[in-house]
């Protein structure tokens, strides 16, 4: 299986400040199609996960474009430009690729400073 | 709308069978990948298996050997077995709509999640 390592676990921000969350794959997610296999959810209190990217650095639907996913292969890193309140929760990188098992990253608790 | 609602037991006793459906409104065809994920107290996320193509079934190796999943379009329902539970199945379970295609497998539309205790 996929191993996927997220860093940091904890990020303490502050209002209007930027995010920046890692996501390390024990495996290449790059496809010959040129598409790397990776997402990005964001769980808030409470709720169930929400996707937020798809492809590494697609936004899915009705996502802020203050949130934006970059790398690829084995390194991929989301960011947040300015953080929000709306943005507290934790954050999960999964690998997508086109079969199973798909494996998710330890998450990574975005908190107000 | 697409929604999706899990039920079943939230206590279970060890050893027992833990059974969970999920019902969808707002559109269930055979071109979803219908999933279940669960999340351990204080942990992460684990994706448990899917549903597609009106029978086909794919399990996490980990879980492989226990769970199954089946689906009855005519009730807009999917459903998921977990044999001889321990009290490392306690969780929230989740059900969720997935997509797989070229824009690889996602999951945009989840329940809300039903937590579920293991306990004699």
């Known amino acids: ?113 | 709308q697409v929604r999706l609602q899990e039920s079943g037991p939230r206590l279970v006793k060890p050893s027992e069978t833990l059974s969970l459906t999920c019902t969808v409104s707002g559109g269930f065809s055979e071109i979803y990948y219908w999933t279940w994920v669960r999340q351990s107290p204080g942990k992460g996320l684990e994706w448990v298996g899917y549903t597609y193509y009106s029978g086909n079934t794919d399990y996490n190796p980990s879980l492989k050997s226990r769970v199954t999943i089946t689906e009855d379009a005519s009730k807009h329902q999917f459903s998921m077995n977990l044999d001889s539970v321990t009290a490392a199945d306690t969780a929230v379970y989740y059900c969720a709509r997935g997509n797989l295609g070229l824009d690889g497998y996602n999951l945009i539309y989840w329940g809300q999640g039903i937590p579920v205790i293991v306990s004699s």
């Open chain 1, 1 to 113: 299986d996929i191993v996927m390592t997220q860093s940091p676990l904890s990020l303490p921000v502050s209002l209007g400040e930027p995010a920046s969350i890692s996501c390390r794959c024990s495996q290449s997610l790059l496809y010959s199609n040129g598409y790397n296999y990776l997402d990005w959810y964001l769980q808030r209190p409470g709720q169930p996960p929400q996707l937020l990217i798809y492809l590494g650095s697609k936004r899915a639907p009705g996502v802020p474009d203050r949130f934006s996913g970059s790398g690829s292969g084995t390194d991929f890193t989301l960011k947040i430009s300015r953080v929000e309140a709306e943005d507290v929760g934790v954050y999960y990188c999964m690998q997508a690729q086109q079969t199973p098992p798909y494996t998710f990253g330890q998450g990574t608790k975005l908190e107000i400073k």
